[in-house]
């Protein structure tokens, strides 16, 4: 699997847009990258997967730079309940058996 | 609603007995796994399936084994309970290899 780099940790105002980066400058061609997000004491949560363009769905947005060397995960009007760790992960197609989750980046949300 | 289900939440068990974590998806899902999460580990897997009567190693698969006797089970046995099995399990499901994974709610073992 390609590395992913993400801070250890950000804070965001409630009401506003959380941005997540994520470093994969060793990505190649055939790599999803897929978010997921852990609510303390709870399971994984599927946030977002793409591939080279960017995605929306109800939860998030996902931008990939046009390298595909990194992207950003964003949340549009952060509320408390975002408050979780973030997960960027890259994942081959075709080969989903094994996520390395890493540390992930700690959101918190302020009020 | 479907949804995938790990009983029991929470385990105490005493070094050497044999423990059985139990996940139940009602997705119909042919794709399984069993992860462990320990504090600056991130999620490991252990065991995987694709189907009945299939089963896989994962990473760290030493001590624990599964069984598939059917599409919505993956019960993880660990043969011989040690200290180090210490941690909170969690089962996921994928409909397929290039769609999201679902996990369950996790159950917490602890090992004395």
């Known amino acids: 699997d390609a590395k992913t780099t993400q801070p250890t940790s950000m804070d965001c105002a409630e009401g506003r847009a959380a941005n997540l980066p994520c470093n994969h400058s060793?990505?190649?061609?055939?790599?999803?990258v897929y978010w997921y997000r852990q609510i303390h004491s709870q399971g994984p949560q599927y946030i977002i997967h793409g591939l080279k363009n960017n995605e929306t769905n109800e939860m998030a947005s996902l931008i990939i730079t046009e390298d595909r060397k990194s992207s950003t995960l964003i949340l549009p009007h952060a509320t408390l309940r975002d408050t979780a760790v973030y997960y960027c992960?890259?994942?081959?197609?075709?080969?989903?058996?094994?996520?390395?989750f890493g540390t992930g980046t700690s959101l918190t949300v302020i009020p | 609603d479907a949804e995938i289900t790990q009983s029991p939440r929470h385990k105490i068990t005493e070094t050497g007995r044999q423990v059985t974590l139990a996940c139940h998806q009602t997705?119909?899902?042919?794709?399984m796994f069993w992860y462990r999460q320990d504090l600056g580990h991130g999620l490991r897997l252990i065991h995987y399936s694709y189907g009945v009567q299939d089963t896989n190693k994962g990473e760290v698969s030493d001590g624990y084994s599964v069984s598939r006797s059917n599409t919505e089970d993956l019960p993880l046995t660990l043969e011989s309970a040690a200290s180090s099995q210490t941690s909170v399990y969690f089962c996921?499901?994928?409909?397929?290899?290039?769609?999201?994974?679902?996990f369950g709610q996790g159950t917490r073992l602890t090992v004395v």
């Open positions: 996921a499901s994928r409909r397929t290899m290039n769609t999201e994974a679902f």
């Open positions: 992960i890259v994942r081959p197609e075709n080969t989903g058996n094994q996520f390395y």
């Open positions: 997705w119909n899902h042919n794709n």
């Open positions: 060793t990505i190649s061609g055939n790599e999803y």
